[in-house]
């Protein structure tokens, strides 16, 4: 809330009564006051300042071309005056950076917009800089919250229901399927079998051939995870989506779509 507020006291509001938008850069009329990018020109805010030095200026055709803005590849105009300076009948005259004393548009005047070698901002600037950052952050749509991870989906308990939802799974199974023998990455689809593996939230997804034996699916997976203890004996396990403590073990020496369904989950557990 500090910082919400000290963000607010920088600038200034646009003097035009029906506008007052919050700038951040505001422009200082020669009528001592302060204005917006959009509400700038005298026109728009009807300077009585600019009326006094026009009537007093001869209506004289000029050949002079409209000065640039000095950054590189930018083609608009300086921003410049609406009044004519002390001494002199010229009107528009352009506004220089008093960090490095040269002209810029209405977009790139701000130091930080041209890189301006010669500002030093103090250490309030620098705060109410990172204080600006910290409510753009905050109420910016495009900002992105922080990753959390997916909750489980619910396994429905409707036989009907149980069917739809494993239907689906596959679905999204055969999309995100890695292979799971390395030697063999180009299989068919109706040649492959898909199988999730290791717990949630997260379980990792591959598809092996229908023909491969279970004994070479142990060796494939068990290489892909860190939690397996190797130093007692270990099996494969396929385990009910609805209920993790019922698992049963599969036989090594058969292929593994003779004992599971396409879209089983499968485990790595001791059989001691």
């Known amino acids: 809330m500090d910082n919400d507020r000290s963000v607010l006291s920088v600038g200034e509001h646009c003097s035009l009564s029906s506008c007052n938008v919050q700038d951040f850069l505001p422009i200082l009329c020669y009528c001592q006051r302060y204005y917006c990018r959009d509400h700038i020109t005298p026109d728009e805010h009807q300077c009585p300042t600019l009326q006094f030095t026009l009537a007093e200026t001869p209506n004289e055709p000029t050949t002079t071309p409209s000065p640039r803005c000095s950054l590189e590849n930018c083609h608009k105009k300086v921003l410049t005056t609406f009044f004519a300076a002390q001494g002199s ?89 890695l292979p799971g023998d390395p030697k063999q990455t180009s299989l068919s689809l109706d040649q492959r079998i898909h199988v999730k593996f290791g717990e949630d939230p997260t379980p990792k997804v591959f598809w092996f051939s229908k023909i491969i034996i279970v004994g070479r699916v142990l060796d494939l997976l068990s290489s892909t995870s860190e939690m397996v203890n190797r130093d007692v004996p270990f099996g494969l396990y396929s385990v009910d989506e609805g209920d993790e403590s019922r698992r049963q073990l599969l036989k090594n020496s058969e292929p593994l779509s003779a004992q599971i369904g396409d879209g089983a989950r499968l485990q790595i557990h001791p059989t001691t």
């Open 89 to 177: 009948n010229v009107i528009g005259s352009p506004i220089l950076c008093t960090g490095c004393n040269t002209s810029f548009c209405v977009k790139h005047r701000h130091p930080k917009s041209h890189v301006c070698p010669g500002e030093n901002p103090t250490k309030q600037q620098s705060e109410e800089s990172k204080a600006f950052q910290a409510v753009l952050a905050k109420n910016s749509p495009s900002t992105k919250a922080p990753s959390r991870p997916r909750p489980k989906s619910k396994v429905p308990t409707d036989p009907i229901k149980l069917e739809q939802y494993k239907k689906i799974e596959l679905i999204k199974m055969r999309h995100r399927a």
